[in-house]
């Protein structure tokens, strides 16, 4: 199989329960529920996507002729000589319509510790160590286990409330304000109702914050 990858590049996990975590970012190209084209957004089934995941174009981007030369390139980015544990965050886009097992075994193989940041419109391949999904308003949700489960709040569609996800097989429920317009009220919202309800979290965007990638 021949992956196409946006970029690949070395940084801190900016959201959720990895916060922090160095780690090696894998975005693949390509979404299910929007084009990457912004006179396709309106009409998207996820209109709200903050990140470029079109073409090869990004840093340590390209095409990659099997998962032997896609762990390899993933491994590049990882400094040398560190004690730590590898980590690759395998997002998009969305990654899995190509991170399949071939790749997992490969990142594996490289001594990666695997973490996947998907819709849950796709069932996630054996072998990923942590799943993170981000469920998205009128897109139906096949991943319904996994690590951590960080809505991006609020999505008025009544598919996309929080407490439609609490009864789920997730470690972490995470709130992540919406990054639009109303950004300060959104997060207002979110600590509103993290506070009533404590089974969720706040997960804000770190890397934004910070003024990393």
Request: with cysteine.
């Amino acid at each position: 199989m021949t992956y196409t990858v946006r970029e690949i590049y070395f940084t801190l996990q900016g959201e959720g329960a990895q916060t922090g975590r160095p780690a090696v970012f894998l975005r693949f190209a390509g979404c299910n529920l929007w084009s990457g084209r912004e006179q396709d957004r309106a009409e998207a089934v996820c209109k709200f996507c903050d990140t470029q995941f079109v073409g090869t174009g990004g840093p340590g981007g390209g095409k990659f002729e099997d998962a032997s030369e896609l762990a390899a390139a993933v491994l590049d980015k990882w400094p040398r000589g560190d004690e730590g544990i590898p980590y690759v965050v395998c997002t998009g886009g969305e990654p899995l319509l190509q991170l399949d097992e071939d790749a997992v075994q490969a990142l594996h193989k490289a001594g990666f510790e695997i973490g996947v940041e998907t819709n849950g419109t796709i069932k996630a391949p054996a072998g990923i160590d942590w799943i993170c999904v981000s469920p998205k308003a009128g897109a139906g949700l096949l991943q319904l286990s996994g690590n951590e489960l960080k809505l991006v709040y609020p999505q008025e569609e009544d598919t996309a409330q929080p407490e439609r996800f609490t009864e789920l097989d997730f470690g972490y429920f995470f709130l992540q304000p919406l990054d639009n317009a109303a950004k300060e009220k959104n997060t207002r919202d979110a600590i509103e109702y993290c506070v009533s309800n404590p089974r969720w979290r706040l997960s804000l965007q770190t890397h934004k914050l910070i003024g990393i990638p």
